[in-house]
């Protein structure tokens, strides 16, 4: 459905995108994710068409799709600070990407009825009538959401949707628009840092960093088997062993003999599991170990040996 080829952008001579490609098939729902600056926005917005490529290409169905504007490109979007209409009640902010067509506008009554139902979907039916201002976060945001899907979008592109919002409120905001995307059949895009968020609303990863694509592959993929030092490091936590070795808090175990000495430092309980903290003695790394919270806890101060049962090396 999209295709992204060889895509350059420069900033006053600085590349913040280099030779990205990336392909995006129907009904896909796609994570962007990087550190702060790795060019992710800017990709998104060169996807919507709000920001022009260097160089390189973006198909659309096959289409080359770089001439034309943001609204002939029937994407829909929703950013972290793309604000409401404060002077709209939430209706009139839902119908507003309608009312506004200069082609096949629908009559007003179509655009009302349109939007309730857009509410009904977003679960804020009855409040259409508010302001902006009267709702919570969370309602903004699915208001935002609402407003994006009102042109029926082929594609949704969401930049970090549900940043500003709490722990909480995130996540059941997650799981419902994980939903919905399967409800529409919608083929989706968003950016996010959070890697938590990434691997649990996603079918594909794509890892950035400074401005190319460390790796692109499915969560399980990502996390298994990450391509390179940079996504080991940024997706889930790892240790690093002498000999090259990354490995998992939870692929070290504890054994009798042989392995890597460990200073024990501190011992806590980690949900499920006893998160241990030490020191590597072999070379003063700092290391992780994830144990079943049924096994005795390591003390703080005692030096026990660990060996991965899993771990990945890079070359070079
Ligand atoms: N309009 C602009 N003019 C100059 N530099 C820009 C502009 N927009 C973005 N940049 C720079 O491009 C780089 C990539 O920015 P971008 O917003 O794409 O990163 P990001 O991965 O989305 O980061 P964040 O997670 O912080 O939003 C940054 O170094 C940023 O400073």
Not at 7 to 15: A, E, G, I
Not at 235 to 251: A, W
Not at 257 to 284: I, P, Y
Request: charged residues 25%; negative net charge; without cysteine.
């Amino acid at each position: 459905m999209i295709r992204v080829n060889n895509l350059t952008k420069r900033f006053d001579d600085v590349s913040v995108l280099r030779d990205i490609s990336l392909s995006v098939e129907p009904g896909e729902f796609i994570a962007l994710l990087g550190p702060s600056g790795s060019g992710k926005t800017t990709l998104l917005r060169i996807i919507a068409g709000l920001e022009f490529q260097d160089e390189g290409e973006v198909l659309v169905d096959g289409r080359d799709v770089s001439g034309l504007s943001v609204r002939d490109r029937q994407v829909g979007f929703v950013f972290q600070h793309y604000a409401l209409f404060r002077h709209m009640t939430v209706a009139q902010n839902v119908g507003f990407g309608l009312s506004v067509r200069k082609r096949n506008r629908p009559p007003k009554r179509e655009i009302e009825a349109r939007a309730q139902e857009l509410l009904r979907l977003v679960q804020l039916d009855g409040l259409g009538k508010r302001y902006p201002s009267q709702l919570s976060g969370g309602q903004r945001q699915r208001v935002a959401l609402a407003r994006a899907l009102a042109i029926e979008p082929k594609l949704l592109l969401l930049d970090e949707p549900f940043g500003a919002l709490d722990a909480k409120v995130r996540k059941d905001l997650r799981r419902w628009l994980r939903d919905l995307h399967r409800q529409m059949g919608l083929t989706s895009i968003f950016v996010t840092h959070d890697q938590e968020e990434a691997l649990e609303l996603a079918d594909r990863v794509v890892v950035m960093d400074h401005g190319v694509i460390e790796q692109i592959g499915t969560p399980e993929e990502i996390y298994m088997e990450p391509a390179t030092p940079f996504v080991s490091h940024f997706v889930g936590e790892t240790n690093h062993l002498p000999d090259g070795l990354h490995v998992r808090p939870h692929d070290l175990r504890i054994v009798e003999e042989g392995g890597e000495a460990v200073l024990v430092d501190n011992v806590f309980r980690k949900g499920g599991v006893w998160r241990v903290e030490g020191v590597l003695s072999g070379t003063g790394e700092i290391v992780e170990i994830d144990l079943d919270a049924g096994s005795p806890a390591p003390q703080p101060g005692a030096t026990i040996r660990v060996q991965p049962l899993r771990s990945k090396s890079f070359g070079g």
